[in-house]
């Protein structure tokens, strides 16, 4: 049985952190940004019929749930609460992310960036109910996609992002340059 152990603020106002035991997930992460992509996935699409829902993220541990700026937590949170503990599914019954692939990369400097994002960016964005894909590299230009809390927090097409950019310039490349899709 899935519970909902603690919920939790993030740095963007219009999103809280569900902190879930146990795991939803052996691996990888979901991300849906509507309700159309979340059709076939009973947590997510549940939890946009609730209304006032622009996106569920969700990995292992915590589901990440973002409402529009005009409507009240008060009015969401129970409703996400009985949703998530009303899951029926095991974790062993999760498939693999929809977002991050398994396939490795065969450009030695995107296995390098893999890398580091794997050990200095993606925890600290989990830690804040958030994550990254890599959408493109061609080289020298990064682009990513933010998703769960970090989808539509200011701070991360801002200060994030120059974070980002300047740690890869300093470990990776000093002309790699990140942009945010």
């Keep these: 049985m899935i519970k909902v152990i603690n919920i939790e603020p993030t740095p963007n106002p219009n999103a809280l952190k569900f902190i879930v035991q146990p795991a939803i997930l052996k691996s990888g992460t979901r991300s849906f940004q509507n309700f159309a992509s ?8 549940s939890i946009f019929a609730l209304g006032s829902v622009t996106s569920v993220f969700y990995m292992d541990r915590f589901v ?7 409507s009240e937590w008060s009015g ?21 992310s929809k977002i991050q692939t398994s396939d490795e ?6 296995k390098r960036i893999h890398i580091l994002l794997d050990e200095k960016i993606r925890p600290g964005l989990a830690g804040d109910g958030g994550g990254l894909e ?7 230009t990064l682009q990513i996609s933010y998703h769960g809390a970090c989808g539509s927090c200011p701070s991360s097409t801002s200060g994030t992002l120059r974070y980002i950019e300047g740690l890869l310039q300093s470990e990776i490349d000093p002309s790699v340059r990140v942009i945010a899709y």
């Design 76 to 96: 969401l949170i129970d409703s996400v609460c009985e949703i998530i503990e009303g899951l029926k599914i095991e974790p062993e019954q999760q498939g693999n």
């Design 134 to 140: 890599i959408i493109s590299f061609d080289g020298q």
């Design 64 to 70: 990440t749930v973002n409402k529009d700026a005009t």
């Design 38 to 45: 979340s059709i076939g996935d009973p947590l997510a699409s």
């Design 105 to 110: 990369p065969s450009d030695e400097k995107l």
